[in-house]
């Protein structure tokens, strides 16, 4: 959505290293901070999400870590395989509890 | 994806014919809604849908309208295409309106010529 900016927007690691993608809102009503993947020719996934009353939340390789008051929040993804090479979205909620995506960061790992 | 499907996966059309996707789940979800996506925009809300009859528009919805006749299908029409509306197209389903537990399907792309 126009209200939400995603940096950067590609991204090339090398296997094993980790990758930091950062979301910025301006929604002050969004409460839901999910991350989806999106592989090519399938569409987005969710593979992690945060609820404004939660500043961390881990699940194995990544994690997301959510600032409301800068409203912004990240996705963190360590020792990075090449499987994680994909198209990543954020899509924080608006006033009206629909997802506004980010346009997206395109992730590459290289072996 | 299971329980969503999109139909066509393809479709090439001509400017001005009128064009309609199908999305058919079999997860008895409430809401469901319409995407597209375009290279730098993210996915954009076209349309969606709180239950059988029952509309509403997205950020996107100008050329485009939607029917729900049934809790399983959901159609997005475009009455006369234009090449602006060549995109690929995402249908998603939720149980709840408050963004958690989207599902989405596997796409539609539509060229328009």
């Known amino acids: 959505g126009e209200n939400v900016e995603q940096h950067p927007s590609t991204l090339s690691v090398q296997e094993g290293d980790s990758a930091v993608i950062k979301c910025t809102y301006s929604?002050?009503?969004?409460?839901?901070f999910p991350w989806y993947k999106q592989e090519l020719g399938k569409g987005p996934q969710l593979i992690i999400d945060i609820r404004s009353n939660v500043g961390e939340k881990k699940d194995q390789r990544i994690a997301v870590t959510l600032n409301k008051t800068a409203k912004h929040f990240s996705l963190h993804i360590t020792e990075t395989q090449p499987e994680d090479s994909a198209v990543y979205f954020c899509?924080?909620?608006?006033?009206?509890?629909?997802?506004?995506f980010g346009a997206g960061t395109q992730v590459v790992v290289t072996p | 994806d299971a329980g969503i499907t999109q139909s066509p996966r393809h479709k090439v059309t001509e400017t001005g014919t009128p064009v309609t996707l199908r999305c058919h789940q079999t997860e008895n979800h409430r809401y469901m809604y319409w995407y597209r996506q375009d290279p730098g925009h993210g996915l954009r809300l076209i349309h969606y849908s709180y239950g059988v009859k029952d509309t509403d528009k997205g950020e996107v919805s100008d050329g485009y309208s939607v029917s729900r006749s049934k809790t399983e299908d959901f159609l997005l029409t475009l009455e006369s295409a234009t090449s602006s509306q060549t995109s690929v197209y995402f249908c998603a389903i939720s149980e709840s309106n408050r963004g958690e537990g989207y599902t989405f399907g596997s796409g539609t792309r539509l060229t328009v010529v």
């Open positions: 899509a924080p909620t608006d006033s009206w509890g629909k997802l506004q």
């Open positions: 929604d002050s009503a969004s409460n839901y």
